[in-house]
Every structure is written in structure tokens, then in C-alpha cells.
């Protein structure tokens, strides 16, 4: 089935390290995403990861993989004001490349 | 390059009525997608368009259709406005072979049914 979930809010303070977690249930996931949205704004893919990786790094963000507990999470580090967003997880299925499916998204607040 | 670009920005429609959005892909790109996100939630898979055909659609009904056209701009169509229409409609486009890692969404149009 299709079902991707997230927990919907998080609140850090600015310079620590934020950690967004997402939980998938389709095993025939090939790609996973993470997207960014601030307010009235449309989607802002931020990375993404191959379902054989266990991990992908990137500037400050840092995507885990864990296949077997079908959990992906994302780590900001060193959290800043302007990362105040909804982050949303999304993967899309080998039989179908083409669909994106996303969670609910979660609201990330920095606060000073 | 202008990346994606929706129109309009903004709507607000009666109940009952139809509303058209539009969507121009970003330059190089001949596949363009569409996704309703209601508030509060992730988007939803509507369906994609491709050399201007429908080449896949979500658990939307009969009411949701689409064009397009030669140029690969496309057209959202919805009949029968509902209430629960009411949402941010975003566009994707992407290349038939670059698969969602190199898809690029607008800004959206927000969509208002009263």
C-alpha cells in the first residue's frame, strides 16, 4: 500500500541540529525524497536518496536510510532561522516511477 | 530561465462553477504533472501529461481533466466545483527520462471554492 508518515511539528533552537523523521510502508520504493516548502510557496526538492543507499550527505543535510524498518530521516545541521519550513518526505514506486507520493509533512520552527 | 510558472496566482470560485489553471514547464521539459494539496496535507498524485496525452492519472474523479499542448504548457480543468476543491494545486514538470529527481514544481495556484 501506499502510506508515507511524519510526525507533524518540530521545534529547535537555532545552531542546533534538527532531525525530521518519516516512515514509509511500500518495500517497492525506489527513490526517496525530501522537499521543502516555506510560506505561499510551491515545493523545493532538497535531496533525495536511492532506495540501495544507506545514507547521502550533502552541504548541511544529511539523509539515513534504513530499509529494513522502512524509515528515512532527514538532519539538518546547524539549524538556522531561514530553515523554518514544512518538510515533507515523498517516494515514488518501481512499478511506478512517474508518481510522487508524500506524507503530511512536518512544520520545522527555529527559534533564536 | 523562469523555471515553472502557474496562473493564476489566486482564485476564488462558487460552488458549482469550473475553473481552468494553467501550467508552463521549465525550459527543456515536456512532461508536466499535477498535484492537489489540501491544507494541512501533502500533495496528491492527480495525473501527468506527455507528448499530450494523459499518460497516468490518481484517485481523482472524472470531474479533474487536463490538456496539453504542443508547446507542453498544460491546462487543469475542473467541473462541478466542490467545497472540498479548495486547496494549493501545484504543477511539476520534469524530462520523460529524468524521473522525479529532476522535477521542478511552481509556486501554485490557491484554489478557493465558497
Known amino acids: 500500500g501506499e502510506d508515507v508518515e511524519q510526525s507533524l511539528f518540530l521545534s529547535v533552537r537555532e545552531g542546533d541540529s534538527s532531525v525530521i523523521n518519516c516512515t514509509y510502508t511500500?518495500?517497492?520504493?525506489?527513490?526517496l525524497y525530501w522537499y521543502k516548502q516555506e510560506p505561499g510557496a510551491g515545493l523545493q526538492l532538497l535531496t533525495y536518496i536511492f532506495s540501495n543507499m544507506d545514507m547521502k550527505q550533502d552541504q548541511r543535510l544529511t539523509v539515513l536510510l534504513n530499509k529494513k524498518d522502512k524509515h528515512l530521516s532527514l538532519r539538518i545541521a546547524d539549524t538556522q532561522t531561514g530553515d523554518s519550513a514544512i518538510y515533507f518526505c515523498a517516494e515514488t514506486q518501481s512499478y511506478n516511477t512517474d508518481k510522487l507520493i508524500f506524507g503530511t509533512g512536518t512544520r520545522l520552527q527555529v527559534f533564536p | 530561465d523562469a523555471g515553472v510558472t502557474q496562473s493564476p496566482t489566486h482564485l476564488i470560485k462558487t460552488r458549482g462553477q469550473q475553473v481552468t489553471l494553467r501550467c508552463s514547464p521549465k525550459?527543456?521539459?515536456?512532461?508536466v504533472s499535477w498535484y492537489q494539496q489540501a491544507l494541512g496535507q501533502g500533495p496528491q498524485f492527480i495525473f501527468q501529461y506527455y507528448e499530450e496525452e494523459e499518460r497516468q492519472r490518481g484517485n481523482f474523479p472524472d470531474r479533474f481533466s487536463g490538456h496539453q499542448f504542443p508547446n507542453y504548457s498544460s491546462e487543469l480543468n475542473v467541473n462541478a466545483l466542490l467545497l472540498g476543491d479548495s486547496a494549493l494545486y501545484l504543477c511539476?514538470?520534469?524530462?520523460?527520462?529524468?524521473?522525479?529527481?529532476?522535477?521542478?514544481f511552481g509556486q501554485g495556484t490557491r484554489l478557493t471554492v465558497v
Open positions: 511500500d518495500s517497492s520504493s525506489t527513490y
Open positions: 525550459s527543456g521539459h515536456d512532461t
Open positions: 511539476a514538470s520534469s524530462r520523460p527520462t529524468g524521473s522525479n529527481t529532476e522535477a521542478f
